[in-house]
């Protein structure tokens, strides 16, 4: 049985944004999305993109002012362009280019490296917080005000593509009695890979509210088919067919026959 598990590394390759931070009084942070490249290449700003914002709280962004001395948190916000969801597995940001009298060595990044998990939903947003802070240098920073850094944010995340199934039963008799047999099929969607493998997990047949078989493991049958068996019984009753899947690859599914 060819294994699924299609993941992949979505490698964030030097997302350039530009950092307007007016130090000591006030911050204001503004990212610029790098312009698209090639599906293929899997970069930021065409699979997902990060943003960042300054906050107070560790627990939610609440806007505040980098002040020398006092604990502030950058906040990570990844938007996923993609229609599955994304695990994003580490985030960092790292500043060139320091502007003339605030050198960058003013700024704590030490603690601004994120390791995952954080799971981005398809086509939606997640964020997650890491502790930055200006250093109290016991010296005048007034030059830093309304100076601007150049960051560039690195990263990586994986994704699963999950495929939709439809599952239907088929019965055969017997002198012995009546088998009923499910079989899952796995189908591609929008811009998945166009032929997944056969779909793992389980059955369970039920005969109304009655479970007649408990979670049968799928067996591959074919490139994109797994089938599993219930029976023999005497009888021919319509039976309800319920798929799991256990991989996280696959979407569940059920049907009906007799």
Not at 13 to 42: E, G, H, N, Q, R
Not at 127 to 154: G, H, K, M, R, W
Not at 170 to 185: F, N, P
């Amino acid at each position: 049985m060819k294994k699924l598990r299609r993941t992949k590394a979505l490698a964030l390759d030097s997302a350039v944004a530009l950092v307007i931070a007016a130090l000591v009084f006030t911050v204001v942070f503004i990212v610029t999305v790098p312009t698209k490249t090639p599906k293929f290449l899997l970069t930021s700003g065409t699979d997902f993109t990060i943003t960042s914002t300054i906050s107070s709280s560790p627990t939610s962004q609440v806007a505040a002012f980098l002040y020398p001395g006092v604990q502030r948190y950058l906040w990570y916000t990844v938007r996923n362009h993609m229609k599955v969801s994304i695990t994003v597995t580490s985030m960092s940001i790292a500043p060139v280019a320091p502007p003339v009298g605030c050198p960058t060595s003013n700024l704590d990044l030490s603690s601004t490296t994120f390791r995952g998990p954080l799971v981005v939903p398809p086509s939606g947003t997640n964020s997650v917080s890491v502790p930055i802070s200006l250093i109290d240098t016991q010296t005048n920073q007034d030059s830093c005000e309304n100076t601007t850094f150049n960051f560039t944010y690195a990263g990586t995340a994986t994704y699963s593509e999950v495929y939709a199934t439809t599952t239907a039963v088929t019965s055969s008799s017997d002198l012995s009695g009546v088998t009923y047999m499910a079989t899952v099929t796995a189908s591609a969607t929008g811009d998945q890979d166009p032929v997944p493998s056969s779909p793992t997990g389980t059955v369970t047949f039920n005969n109304g509210s009655t479970a007649l078989c408990t979670a049968i493991s799928l067996t591959s049958t074919g490139t994109t088919t797994s089938t599993a068996t219930c029976g023999p019984f005497t009888g021919d009753d319509t039976i309800t067919a319920v798929y799991t899947n256990t991989d996280g690859n696959f979407s569940d599914s059920s049907g009906t026959g007799s």
